[in-house]
């Protein structure tokens, strides 16, 4: 009996964008295929379900084959077993290390092991996130993670260029490395109006001014761990709320402020004052470190949420209060304040809101 083949014969590896994100969302073939129907690719390619079943296969075992590759993204560009344009190549990693936001918000700040791994059933059942992209994106963080602790150098720029990410993206994993390293607190019930993206945009504060990194650029672990010195000057601060005098200049310096709400408010904010000095004198601990989060929102966001202040507010207080430790002549540690309040300013900002 014959039989009639058409045959196409090509060099370039061809890859469906809509398929490659359904095997990355961890769809079996089988629920690919009816995604693919029900969007109208029948009608679309006039093709039968066979051979739609046919196409989603083989491609499905091409990006397999391909997976070993994305675990050291810069091999694809120099293997010779698949021809990928460079702008394909570009697509497949940066989609291979995206991750759901929902699901990093579950992992973000803890430990990065077997232990976490083993949560990821229950994490893939709260967030609706399938399995196997849970262990995709888990895995991709631990990859990531032990690639550059061993390696000197800025964080991000580290990231980008080993995995050949964005800088949008490679900026989001070293907040991932950040909080994985420090442990940072991030499940506790109160924190959970903040989003991965506010507490990514904290981790990026902290890396670019409380690090080893943000003072000398040619140590090891720079962009990783805090910078125990200065948090050792950190102490020193709590002269603002200790010593009579200097306590008394702030509060002069405050009260002479334009701002009626400051000058209204005093008593009110002398509590917060006493909040935020608190929080830095207590960062040598490793167990306050990782409670800092924590601490900003119950210090100070809970209770201006509490006294009523909208965000403007906040801001004005923020920035007097800064600003006015300037004035003071007996205070000797303005370049330690300004290093402590410039991020403390610019993460509360952050983080107020609903």
Not at 12 to 36: F, H
Not at 50 to 77: I, W
Not at 168 to 189: C, H, P, Q
Request: proline share 2%; charged share 30%.
């Amino acid at each position: 009996m014959a039989v009639e083949l058409d045959v196409f014969v090509g060099n370039t590896t061809i890859m469906d964008e809509e398929v490659y994100q359904l095997w990355l969302d961890g769809y079996t073939v089988n629920d690919a295929v009816k995604v693919r129907m029900e969007g109208g690719v029948l009608e679309e390619c006039e093709t039968s379900a066979d051979v739609l079943l046919s196409d989603t296969m083989d491609q499905y075992r091409t990006f397999q084959m391909c997976e070993r590759l994305l675990h050291s993204p810069a091999k694809l560009a120099n293997q010779l077993l698949f021809q990928i344009p460079p702008h394909r190549q570009a697509i497949l990693i940066e989609r291979y290390y995206a991750f759901d936001d929902a699901f990093v918000r579950e992992v973000l700040g803890k430990k990065l092991s077997k232990g976490t791994k083993k949560d990821l059933d229950d994490i893939s059942a709260k967030t609706t996130v399938t399995l196997k992209s849970c262990r995709r994106q888990f895995d991709n963080f631990k990859r990531v993670l032990k690639v550059v602790e061993e390696l000197k150098g800025p964080l991000v720029e580290n990231i980008r260029q080993h995995f050949l990410l964005s800088d949008k993206l490679a900026r989001d994993y070293a907040a991932i490395v950040f909080f994985a390293n420090n442990r940072f607190e991030t499940g506790k019930r109160k924190l959970q109006y903040l989003t991965f993206q506010d507490f990514a945009f904290c981790a990026g504060q902290l890396i670019n001014n409380w690090t080893v990194g943000a003072v000398d650029n040619m140590v090891e672990d720079m962009d990783v761990d805090l910078d125990k010195e200065f948090l050792q000057e950190l102490k020193e601060l709590k002269i603002l709320i200790t010593d009579k005098d200097l306590l008394d200049q702030h509060k002069s310096q405050l009260k002479s402020s334009t701002s009626v709400l400051i000058y209204l408010l005093f008593p009110f904010t002398s509590n917060l004052s006493r909040g935020l000095v608190n929080i830095a004198a207590k960062l040598t601990n490793t167990k306050d470190v990782r409670d800092f989060f924590i601490d900003l929102v119950e210090k100070f966001i809970e209770p201006c949420r509490s006294d009523r202040w909208t965000a403007a507010d906040m801001r004005l207080y923020l920035t007097h209060y800064t600003n006015s430790a300037h004035i003071l002549d007996t205070f000797k540690h303005q370049v330690v304040w300004d290093r402590y309040m410039g991020v403390i300013k610019s993460c509360i900002f952050k983080m107020y809101h609903d």
